[in-house]
């Protein structure tokens, strides 16, 4: 646990802090010399534009960096596809050692049979289900845990895309827990196992077919979540 947890500030969150910060002053300069209309404008510059130059003009401009931004804000990234291109192939387990070979064999095996592989499941609402009593209660969309503690009411069904350790505080007040991302070993699942609440992770249409306040029935035997009537 100690080493997963690390890994993540480490590898990911503590430079991509600083590759924000760096981008903010670099929108800070373009804004100071008319190249952006605002500091955040940096983010929509594409890597092969990052020149030496472009605190010359020799850029997209103020007006173009607007429109990306613009047309960004209006784009539903819940719908956005998880990954790009074709499917990557597995590896050829006959360049590996013997035992190397039946390890990696082993493991695709359990990822299979824990769901956990990617197969189309029957509809966006199917998953890996944590518990054995189904429950029914008014589903709470939140995109991040801050979102999650301000709209979750004790007892809702909180439908989140996936959760991390920022989550914990929230999910001891949720009835059940639906994610879109995840399987059986996901930190939800376990989160799930340890509170004793029912959950469905792996869900992958959760976050566009579940309403926010809509009445659902999350079955965890069943690994499916139903939705029972519309939200306000």
Request: with cysteine; proline share 9%.
């Amino acid at each position: 646990m100690k080493l997963r947890d690390d890994n993540g500030p480490t590898t990911a969150e503590w430079p991509l802090g600083l590759l924000r910060l760096a981008l903010l002053e670099l929108g800070r300069r373009l804004t100071a010399n008319g190249s952006a209309e605002a500091a955040e404008h940096a983010f929509e510059l594409e890597p092969r534009e990052l020149k030496s130059t472009l605190l010359t003009g020799k850029g997209p401009g103020a007006a173009g960096l607007a429109e990306r931004a613009e047309r960004r804000r209006h784009v539903d990234p819940d719908s956005a596809p998880l990954t790009l291109g074709p499917p990557e192939l597995a590896p050829p387990m006959s360049i590996m050692p013997p035992a190397t070979a039946k390890l990696v064999e082993t493991v695709q095996m359990v990822i299979a049979l824990l769901g956990m592989d990617g197969a189309e499941r029957t509809s966006g609402l199917h998953g890996a289900g944590v518990g054995s009593a189904i429950y029914r209660g008014r589903a709470r969309r939140a995109d991040n845990p801050e979102q999650a503690i301000e709209r979750l009411e004790p007892g809702e069904v909180l439908v989140v895309p996936c959760t991390t350790p920022a989550y914990n505080m929230v999910l001891a007040l949720a009835g059940a827990v639906v994610t879109a991302e995840g399987g059986p070993l996901s930190h939800a699942a376990v989160l799930a196992r340890e509170l004793g609440i029912p959950a469905v992770v792996g869900a992958k249409g959760a976050l566009t077919e579940i309403p926010d306040g809509a009445e659902v029935e999350v079955d965890p035997v069943a690994g499916v979540v139903r939705v029972l009537s519309q939200g306000a």
